[in-house]
């Protein structure tokens, strides 16, 4: 017998499926009125009507996914029933491989996507760690002079830093420096930019404009055949790959080039950030991590990766996955229409208490000990997940890993202060300064 529809479910009725639960108009409303963030509400609807919740935001349909079966089946199972409609950074990053679709998104994700499997990794590496130990002497010296500095200014010029040589196969200056400084500048306007695109273009044209000029400087060096001292970088990719693919003129190359700034660092810093917060209110984790193994061991490095993995879990890089059902479909036995906003909640998921035990808690060891971490697939995405998962992954990985190995066992951060509060927007960030003093 069929399952009756709650009160208030999305319209469609179908025998294919059951209609999908909506959260209560009034919810909404209350909710809209008290200006609260989105994720809020977002948890109000999943735990009054579980995994699979419909609510309306807007003109259109949207249903909230944070179960793991319905996660799968959305981004691994059928991505091509449930696709991008406009990346939220568009503006910023143009046709880069994150806002791509269709065959332009296959070939582009194609000719990147070998750059981060092992050979390329190892190519990086270097660089890596290059940046880890730059940042390591800025941190000798902070303490050296008992100066209070900003932890997630901090962690955004490593991130830079390694992105930028792994672009270029320079380091870091200070020119570029000030001018990408205008990246995480536009990043947090975006949430708030006007509906208009000519509006939104100009409430940030000063910044796209520093950008765009940076980019142009490296393009046109790398161009001259200016390898820096680790000899070319990702940008000679895009470069060489011109010559024979007519897609990668000079704006897809640019598009690239920020896409890669943007995914490279902006989500890396954010990651670190939250954990240097999570580690000050948890010391025993690091000391445990430390306490794993000797430097350099395997054991140290899987340790300090559990702090990584278990901070991206409470703290995912993209705190939701948008997406839009192209065709109908029917997703954990509900009736899903053509049409309707999907929004996959890696941060719910990440903590619901139905999967992970005490989900509020910073525990490494769900990563290190067998059987203490869910093992459906969907249970844990931080980098989202099937085809267009993440293809900096294992890069990301890597340098958090490499750094903390560097900056982990000589210094620890004692805030001066901490934010009150998160901020959702492209990613999930601490809302506020981070100033510390560096302590032995």
Known sequence: MATPARPG????????????????????????????????LFAQARERLGGVAGLRLGPRPAVLVTDPSAVRHVLALHPGRYVKRSHRARL??????????????????????S???GPGMRRYEQRITAAARTAAARWDSYARGGQVFDV???????????????????????????????????????PSLPADGVAAHGSVAADLARIDAAADLAIAAARDGAAGPDGPGLLHVLLDAAGT??????RLIRDELVTLLVAGHETTASTL????L??????GARERALAAGAEGSPERRQAVQALVHETLRLYPSAWMLPRCAAEDDVLAGYRI??????????????????LWADPERFVPERFTTPGRRPAHPGSYFPFGLGARACLGLRFALLESAVLLEHLLPARVPRFRSVPAKAAYGLTVRPDGPTPAVLGG
């Open 9 to 40: 479910s999305l319209p469609g009725p179908s025998p294919a499926g059951r209609r999908v639960p909506e959260l209560e108009p009034a919810l909404v409303e209350r909710w809209q009125a008290g200006g609260g963030d989105l994720v809020e």
């Open 92 to 113: 910023l990053i143009g046709d880069g491989v994150l806002a791509a679709t269709g065959e332009a998104w296959q070939r582009q994700r194609r000719l990147l996507q």
């Open 115 to 117: 750059q981060f499997t």
């Open 152 to 190: 997630g200014d901090e962690m955004r010029r490593f991130a830079l830093d390694t992105i930028w040589r792994s672009l270029t196969g320079h380091p870091l200056d200070p020119g570029t420096e000030r001018a990408l400084a205008a990246v995480p500048a536009v990043v947090a306007a975006l």
């Open 245 to 250: 693919r007519p897609e990668y003129t000079d």
């Open 273 to 276: 950030t939250w954990l240097h």
């Open 278 to 283: 999570l580690l000050d209110r948890n010391p």
């Open 337 to 354: 229409e053509a049409g309707t906003d999907v929004l996959v909640c890696p941060y719910l998921t990440h903590r619901d208490p139905g």
